[in-house]
T-cell receptor, first 113, second 118 residues
Framework: QQQVKQSPQSLIVQKGGISIINCAYENTAFDYFPWYQQFPGKGPALLIAIRPDVSEKKEGRFTISFNKSAKQFSLHIMDSQPGDSATYFCAATIKGGSEKLVFGKGTKLTVNP | NAGVMQNPRHLVRRRGQEARLRCSPMKGHSHVYWYRQLPEEGLKFMVYLQKENIIDESGMPKERFSAEFPKEGPSILRIQQVVRGDSAAYFC????????????????FGQGTRLTVV
């Protein structure tokens, strides 16, 4: 049972373009949605996160859009750079309790120069 | 301020041997999570521990796997009688309190231990 579905599996974007990664969740109890960035051989690092009481959050070139009724959220990377090339994971959790993270399967982003 | 330290970074074990993975949380963090990452897959939750207590082990296989977080020293993930299917990257994350509750309770991940069973 995959509670968080992520697409696409891989993405190739030209430098300066917009990268868009989508996620959908099933459990309506989820109330915190972070995105992680992972470089080869490294651990995931928190990039940006959102709660369902807002529809959008922007930090620099990174924006999360959140659609509560559709149970979907997406990451937009504006002006994509070769240094953004990494694997991106969406995740979800429930505040309180163990607050374990449920991850999507990841999107491998390649930004060509 | 050192981050989450995991060792070893790479571990090779023959089938049937035991694997011990260590995680030292960030200073001041008393909550530890273990996740497993299979190739081309996302991270899967295994276990959540606080000092001397297992809080949630719903993601742990029922057999051969155990975890502890003693009062002193690192958290240990132990895999007994390893099989080839145990080959994966194992990540530890720590937080000052339960993670996911907000940006100020963010969980920080270590660089992982890559286990290869031959």
């Amino acid at each position: 049972q995959q509670q968080v579905k992520q697409s696409p599996q891989s993405l190739i974007v030209q430098k300066g373009g917009i990268s868009i990664i989508n996620c959908a969740y099933e459990n309506t109890a989820f109330d915190y949605f972070p995105w992680y960035q992972q470089f080869p051989g490294k651990g995931p690092a928190l990039l940006i996160a959102i709660r369902p009481d807002v529809s959008e959050k922007k930090e620099g070139r990174f924006t999360i859009s959140f659609n509560k009724s559709a149970k979907q959220f997406s990451l937009h990377i504006m002006d994509s750079q070769p240094g953004d090339s990494a694997t991106y994971f969406c995740a979800a959790t429930i505040k309180g309790g163990s607050e374990k993270l449920v991850f999507g399967k990841g999107t491998k982003l390649t930004v060509n120069p | 301020n050192a981050g989450v330290m995991q060792n070893p970074r790479h571990l090779v074990r023959r089938r049937g041997q035991e694997a011990r993975l260590r995680c030292s949380p960030m200073k001041g963090h008393s909550h530890v999570y273990w996740y497993r990452q299979l190739p081309e897959e996302g991270l899967k939750f295994m276990v959540y521990l606080q000092k001397e207590n297992i809080i949630d082990e719903s993601g742990m296989p029922k057999e051969r796997f155990s975890a502890e977080f003693p009062k002193e020293g690192p958290s240990i993930l132990r895999i007994q009688q390893v099989v080839r299917g145990d080959s994966a990257a194992y990540f530890c994350a720590s937080s000052p309190q339960a993670s996911g509750g907000g940006m100020n309770t963010e969980a920080f991940f270590g660089q992982g231990t890559r286990l290869t069973v031959v």
